[in-house]
T-cell receptor
Framework: KQEVTQIPAALSVPEGENLVLNCSFT??????LQWFRQDPGKGLTSLLL?????REQTSGRLNASLDKSSGRSTLYIAASQPGDSATYLC??????????FGTGTRLQVTL | GAGVSQSPRYKVAKRGQDVALRCDPI?????LFWYQQALGQGPEFLTY????????KSGLPSDRFFAERPEGSVSTLKIQRTQQEDSAVYLC???????????????FGNGTRLTVT
């Protein structure tokens, strides 16, 4: 059974800092990995999708990497802003044809 | 509509009551998923539809949970005889392609927060 772990569970940084969120998964037989953002009381917003054949994807200040063989992904956020405060969820899409989510990293960016 | 719409946004039920949660996916989306998210946890898969066919219901926690999508668009998740452990946010997501097209991001609704007292 696929298991997804995210470290750290919570993170607080001052505005302007660069930061890295970590995701690991136990079964490397995945088709893609997705990073989502979830604001309180809201649904999930897809940030980046990395196909299994890719190593990284970039969108604005966000960069996600994937090392499928070692079962790891990182989400790099550059020059963090208070508006980045949210919970970030990593999810893998595998042979069971469904997304398996981690428990998330709760990020707070302070002024 | 512009996005996935779920109703109601909040539902309070007394233990033992039946509830029905509605999901309106993005028009034309083939795939529809239901997820359950407990407080402080990531979403857990419940069930998957491709058009009107329920192809995977392996995540439904008990036979009190039932989902349908009779015309391949709107879906309803029904929970019978609700228990306190059913309290969670129920998220619906849709995708324009079949589940076999792996690289299409899911579009999530804002969820229904169910509280069973």
């Amino acid at each position: 059974k696929q298991e997804v772990t995210q470290i750290p569970a919570a993170l607080s940084v001052p505005e302007g800092e660069n930061l890295v969120l970590n995701c690991s998964f136990t079964d490397s037989a995945i088709y893609n990995l997705q990073w989502f953002r979830q604001d309180p009381g809201k649904g999930l917003t897809s940030l980046l999708l990395i196909q299994s054949s890719q190593r990284e994807q970039t969108s604005g200040r966000l960069n996600a990497s994937l090392d499928k063989s070692s079962g790891r992904s990182t989400l790099y956020i550059a020059a963090s802003q208070p508006g980045d405060s949210a919970t970030y969820l990593c999810a893998v899409y595998g042979t069971a044809s469904k997304l398996t989510f981690g428990t998330g990293t709760r990020l707070q960016v302070t002024l | 509509g512009a996005g996935v719409s779920q109703s109601p946004r909040y539902k309070v039920a007394k233990r033992g009551q039946d509830v029905a949660l509605r999901c309106d996916p993005i028009s034309g989306h083939v795939s529809l998923f239901w997820y359950q998210q407990a407080l402080g946890q990531g979403p857990e898969f419940l069930t998957y539809f491709q058009n009107e066919a329920q192809l995977d219901k392996s995540g439904l926690p008990s036979d009190r949970f039932f989902a349908e999508r009779p015309e391949g668009s709107v879906s309803t998740l029904k929970i019978q005889r609700t228990q306190q452990e059913d309290s969670a946010v129920y998220l619906c997501a849709s995708s324009p392609r079949r589940s076999g097209s792996y690289n299409s991001p899911l579009h999530f609704g804002n969820g229904t927060r169910l509280t069973v007292t």
